[in-house]
Structure formats: C-alpha cells, structure tokens
C-alpha cells in the first residue's frame, strides 16, 4: 500500500500508516511508533527525524513532484501537520527522543546522492519547537519567497542533529528506538496565499478527547474530559498492545474525574477504551511503569 504520488527517498524506509492496515505495524491509529488519528482522511506518513549512534547520515525522507513548478520572485504558502510518535506498541519502534527541524525544502531534480544534501541546515519550512505533546497535530505554516523554478517538495529533517535539540520523550525505559519520529499529514503548497490556513472542516480528534495522566503511571490513572458537556462512561476495557483485553469494569468518579486503578499491571503501552453513554467511544493510549 503505497500514498499516490509520493516517493520513499534516500534510506527508502519511511512509513505510510493507513485505517486499512490491519497487521499491527503501521495500523490506525495504533501502531508499533504510537498513537494518532489522521489529521485529514484515512492515512498519514512517518519517519525518523535524528539520527542513529551519533551517526550523521540517517535521516527519513519523502517527496512528489508539484502540480506546477515554483516560479523565482512569486510567493507561495507551506503549511503541514507533524505529530509526535513515540509510545506504540512495540517497544522497539518506539521512539524514545524527540526533535524540532521537520520541515519542507524544494529541489529543481530530486538528487540522486542525498549525503551530500542531507544537511544545508536550511529549509523552506521547518518545526522550530521541540514537540512534546503525542496528543495533537502541530500545525506548521509560512509564506516562501522561492529563487528557482523548483519541481519538487521533500519533507524531512534538513537540520543536524546539533542543531535539531534531540530531548529525550519517554524516560520510562519502554520505547528503544533512538531517532526521533515524527507523523505527518495534510502538505500544502499554493499560489494563493489564504489557502494553506483554510480550514478542512476537520476537527483534530484530540480536541474532544480526554486527558489521561499521569503519563507513565504506576497504579492509579485520572482521566479527565477537557469539554464542557462530559461524557459518561459507562465502562472501560484495557487493552494490550495484541488487543488483549486485560481488565474491564467500570471506573470511579471523583469530583469529575474518572479514576482508574490498575494493581499489578505489568510495565508496557496499553490501550485504554472507554464506552460512552449513547453508543460512543474514546480509546487513549497510556503507559504503565511497574513500582
């Protein structure tokens, strides 16, 4: 399953997730590098921002040709969603670092070389926070003034890693991939300038979904709703990171707040599905560190 148009540039090994995968490694919106609904539609990319062992080559990339060449002088706007990954469902693609840098630079040809365009240290567009919520799309957007008649558009990290502030994401021990890993969605680039801050009539899902904290926890688990209008829950089932249901029943509230107690669980990334009154349905990912 491939995203049409895109190509799967320099180390070929980013990752294209999609609600039709059902294989558990690039499954929606859980996965082996984290937890994310699509910004927009049905499916979204990741890939690796930083690098590995210190190593100045590794960076993930992808890239598609424009519908029409930049013209030198015209401005055009940029605008892309990144989320964090990090916490998925196996530890071993699960990122343990985060970075600041991701971002959009234009070729004339695509090159056939990357190491030797890996780090100019520039982009079109670029992250200039280090990302640390899981929870949210971070909306990146600009206006580019472009000096060539570019044909095409990367995104990856075009910054070193010196320069990217690779900061440490889960401290729990569970996630044991190093690079940094980002997901992304909804790439734009227009002649008309009001349109990459057009809004797609999507709501980001994390708007309407709880918070579940502390992250990691040990025993107990607050989850508090962040709308008006609460929910109630009606029960609850914990999920393991096969699916498993490894303990249901029916949460306590106090003054709001559910609250969930999970004796003896064993240290990992779990799902936490909650069945609403009404037929509905909220799943949070937590992690769970063993006292």
């Not at 294209?16 to 690039?26: I, S």
């Not at 996965?31 to 690796?48: I, L, N, R, W």
């Not at 990217?164 to 680039?189: C, K, M, N």
Request: aromatic fraction near 14%.
């Amino acid at each position: 399953m491939y995203a049409t148009g895109w190509l799967n540039l320099h180390t070929q090994s980013a990752d294209y997730f999609n609600e039709c995968n059902t294989g558990g490694v690039l499954d929606v919106p859980f996965s082996q590098f984290g937890y994310q609904q699509p910004y927009e539609g049905d499916a979204y990319v990741g890939m690796a921002t930083s690098g590995i062992g210190g190593g100045p080559w590794y960076r993930e990339m992808v890239g598609c040709p424009l519908a029409e060449p930049l013209q030198p002088g015209v401005p055009v706007c940029l605008s892309f969603k990144m989320a964090v990954g990090g916490f998925g469902s196996w530890s071993g693609n699960s990122s343990y670092n985060t970075c600041q840098g991701v971002g959009l630079k234009f070729f004339t040809q695509l090159p056939t070389d990357w190491y030797d365009y890996l780090y100019p240290n520039s982009a079109a567009l670029a992250l200039d926070v280090v990302p640390t919520d899981t929870a949210i799309w971070y909306t990146v957007s600009g206006t580019y003034v472009p000096d060539s008649a570019y044909a095409y558009v990367v995104v990856g990290n075009f910054f070193a890693d010196s320069l990217s502030e690779v900061t440490v994401l889960d401290s729990t021990g569970f996630g044991t991939a190093e690079p940094s890993y980002a997901f992304i969605d909804d790439v734009r680039v227009s002649f008309t300038l009001d349109y990459c801050d057009a809004d797609l009539g999507v709501d980001e899902p994390s708007r309407e979904l709880p918070l579940a904290y502390p992250q990691p926890f040990a025993e107990l688990l607050h989850v508090k709703w962040t709308v008006e209008a609460r929910p109630f829950v009606r029960s609850y089932a914990l999920l393991d990171a096969g699916g498993r249901a490894v303990r249901t029943g029916v949460p306590e509230t106090r003054d709001g707040t559910q609250v969930f107690v999970f004796e003896g669980l064993r240290s990992g990334t779990y799902l936490l599905r909650l069945d609403l009154a009404g037929g509905g349905m909220a799943t949070l990912p937590i992690v769970c560190v063993s006292p």
